[in-house]
């Protein structure tokens, strides 16, 4: 049994219901990459846009270059963004050990994770396709050639590099996007964030020193259904089963903190692969919390 | 075990001025000053290739004030 599943056993499949707090101000909140997104700062209008910009380009949930891409396998020209994105999404496949691989799309529609969420999902019988070899991908000028029978998918990856990208378009000292919990901030004084409990009890809170924060959740009972989930082991090429339920990771860039979120599910052991550069706070299924301290080791939160 | 309580109790009742001034740094050293153990800190290193100084990151246990987003699952 998963994780998510012991999870749910225990706690029932409803909802939490989430305390939502959204900053004051001349917010824009709308609904992209599947969830709900609020950009607050000078240039909030021109960020939001480019955020739907980048979105149509790198969507998998609608005609996009990146379909166009996986249903004909390669791609040329190809929309530099595309290239920007798959060129990174590449460069933490690599970084991880393939752990976190933009390749694991069949996989995932084998789980059931078919269409835009919350969708219901349609899991298939028999073994999980392959994933293929990031190292297969070709990027050769304006063009894209993927390995026979390879998809991509950019998932959270794609996510927090779009985030990151829109952050650049807002100015002044007091700036936030929150890319449905994926944040990005930055204030000229300390500021709070929640992390929400994974089945809804009382919330931490982060206490973030004046400056430039990235923070990432990423967990297995989100985008969740009976026997599976949205984040795949490319090992086993199934929903993982993991040791945590949901992660957060704290780094000044946003990127690389979901990059550390997804690792401490998938890999929690790899502690070297965190550095100095970030605070990880974890949750188990029976509600333990956990913080990666600074000597690597898992300690109680 | 009533030191500790006393303790708590005015780290946290420090803490709680604070929160109503506003002043999230303060509030948030209060409550870490009244009780290692309620509160995880730990100092974020500078990385190389970012003009960010070691900071220091604290995970209180539940909400002490305001705050700015909610990060989750999504």
């Known amino acids: 049994m998963h994780a998510a599943d012991r999870l749910q056993a225990r706690w029932g499949a409803s909802p939490p219901a989430w305390l939502e707090r959204v900053p004051a101000g001349d917010a824009r909140r709308f609904h992209a990459l599947g969830t709900d997104i609020v950009v607050d700062g000078p240039g909030a209008d021109d960020a939001a846009a480019e955020l739907l910009r980048l979105e149509a380009i790198l969507t998998r949930f609608r005609p996009s270059p990146l379909t166009a891409l ?32 933009p390749m694991v799309l069949p996989a995932l529609r084998w789980a059931g994770y078919h269409r835009s969420w919350p969708a219901a999902p349609e899991p298939r019988s028999g073994e999980p396709p392959a994933v293929a070899d990031w190292r297969g991908v070709r990027i050769v000028g304006h063009g894209i050639r993927l390995p026979a029978g390879a998809e991509i ?11 990151e990208r829109c952050f650049e378009r807002l100015a002044g000292p007091e700036a936030h996007i929150d890319a449905g919990g994926d944040v990005v901030s930055r204030s000229a004084e300390p500021v709070a964030i929640d992390i929400a409990h994974p089945v809804g009890e009382a919330p931490l809170q982060l206490v973030l020193p004046a400056g430039r924060w990235g923070i990432a959740t990423s967990g297995v009972t989100g985008r969740a259904w009976p026997g599976g989930h949205h984040l795949i082991d490319p090992r086993t090429r199934r929903p993982a089963d993991t040791r945590f339920v949901q992660v957060t990771a704290v780094h000044p860039d946003l990127r690389q903190a979901e990059v ?5 599910l998938l890999r929690p052991a790899a502690s070297d692969a965190f550095g100095n550069a970030s605070m990880v706070v974890a949750f188990e299924a029976d509600g333990g919390r956990w913080r990666r301290g600074t000597d690597g080791r898992w300690v109680r939160a | ?20 001034r506003g002043d999230a740094a303060a509030a948030a050293n209060a409550v870490a000053a009244a009780n290692a153990t309620t509160a995880s800190v730990q100092t974020v290193q500078a990385t190389s290739n970012l003009p960010y100084q070691p900071q220091r990151v604290m995970v209180l246990p539940q909400p002490s004030y305001r705050a700015r987003a909610t990060t989750r699952m999504s």
């Open chain 2, 1 to 20: 075990m009533w030191l500790l309580t006393v303790t708590l109790g005015l780290g946290l009742g420090t803490a709680a001025r604070f929160v109503q």
């Open chain 1, 260 to 264: 550390l979120a997804k690792l401490a």
């Open chain 1, 70 to 101: 996986n249903d004909h396998g390669e791609l040329s020209p190809a929309p530099p963004e595309l290239i920007a994105a798959l060129t990174y999404a590449l460069s933490v496949a690599e970084q991880t050990d393939g752990l976190v691989t």
């Open chain 1, 153 to 163: 998918d950019l998932g959270g990856t794609g996510k927090s590099w779009i985030a």
